[in-house]
């Protein structure tokens, strides 16, 4: 009994130290390796391409691998180019039709307090003109606050814009130099003392690289095409744009498509066309679904977690890094799992 009781207590002293020691890394030592971890995937991609065309045209490896690099980050430049010329275009027609927006917002906003008037026994008029005074209030308040708005994170900005293009520099020229180095990278970690905890952490984040990114692109994808179908089928003149930036904007954490769809569906609603929010509402519904299923049973299948530890973990994650912990957490839960399992079979 004795005994057992000192297992039990080396398992719990075991996986707290782990968890800790995980908990300790992710926050404070994962952003520090961000750009490196990047630029070795990027490596990773680029080195099968160029290795083939170091062994055809007899360049160097590290010629083949900068070219590849090079188009890689201009081909990604040039879709968010792409996208954002598309993006204020859209916009700038929009502006320009402003006016007309404007008149039927009028309408619809006279028509309902004329309803809420007749509805409370009010004057007629007086919900309009409470309306108006306050948003007047707060169109006041909001430019008198968004120049010093401005003004006090126009730096903040600045210094954000630099050190992404910093990153982003860091990523390219280091994927470069990792091509390169790979083999160098490989007998490092073999011989290091630590090498069965790197292989380890590598296999796990490789695991969930891939999971990710691959259940991130499907469901996007899938989004995309519901939601620029749905949109045309509803006579939306804008449905293929509409699509592919409510498709990216779901694969964000913290927006998805209730960002768009929400707000959408009730204006639909006290606009009378309710046909056309049914729509909404029936897109919303199948896309939100879509991605509850898919995320937890495509990520957890590819990961070796279940859907309910993968639910979890991605709660846990939530509570302690925030919208990064839909992904840290799943990632932390296979680190802690594969290090307890590795230190139990040693002792």
């Known amino acids: 009994m004795k005994r057992k009781l000192t297992e039990k207590q080396r398992m719990a002293l075991l996986v707290t130290g782990i968890t800790a020691a995980v908990y300790v890394s992710l926050k404070y030592i994962l952003p520090l390796v961000i750009p490196f971890l990047l630029a070795y995937w990027v490596a990773l991609l680029v080195r099968p391409a160029s290795g083939w065309l170091h062994k055809k045209l007899w360049l160097k490896e590290g010629v083949w691998a900068s070219l590849l690099v090079t188009a890689l980050s201009a081909a990604l430049l040039a879709g968010v180019y792409y996208l954002g010329e598309l993006f204020l275009e859209q916009l700038f027609q929009a502006a320009r039709r402003l006016p007309l927006y404007v008149r039927y917002l009028d309408g619809w906003l006279d028509e309902l307090c004329c309803r809420c008037d007749d509805c409370f026994g009010l004057a007629r008029g007086t919900s309009l003109d409470f309306l108006y005074t306050q948003c007047q209030n707060v169109m006041e308040n909001a430019g008198s606050q968004a120049g010093a708005y401005v003004m006090g994170n126009s730096m903040g900005l600045f210094k954000g814009l630099i050190k992404g293009g910093a990153v982003f520099a860091i990523v390219s020229i280091g994927s470069v130099l990792m091509v390169t180095s790979m083999e160098r990278i ?56 509409l ?105």
Not at 247 to 257: I, K, R, Y
Not at 269 to 294: D, H, K, N, P, Q
Not at 298 to 323: K, Q, R
């Open 186 to 241: 490989r007998r490092y970690r073999n011989t290091s003392v630590f090498r069965q905890e790197i292989a380890a952490i590598t296999e796990c984040l490789s695991k969930i690289g891939k999971a990710f990114f691959r259940t991130q692109i499907l469901i996007m994808g899938l989004t995309c095409l519901i939601c620029g179908a749905g949109l045309h089928l509803l006579g939306n003149s804008y449905a293929v744009l």
């Open 243 to 347: 699509g592919v930036l409510i498709g990216l904007l779901d694969a964000l954490p913290v927006f998805g498509t209730g960002t768009v769809f929400v707000p959408w569906i009730i204006f639909s609603v006290f606009s009378r066309r309710f046909a056309y929010a049914a729509g909404l509402t029936a897109i919303y519904i199948l896309c939100y679904f879509l991605r509850e299923v898919l995320e937890a049973r495509l990520m957890g299948g590819h990961m070796g977690i279940a859907p309910l530890e993968m639910l979890i973990s991605m709660y846990i994650g939530l509570a302690l890094f925030g919208v990064t912990g839909f992904i840290l957490g799943p990632f932390a839960f296979m680190v802690i799992r594969e290090l307890v399992e590795l230190y139990r079979e040693k002792h």
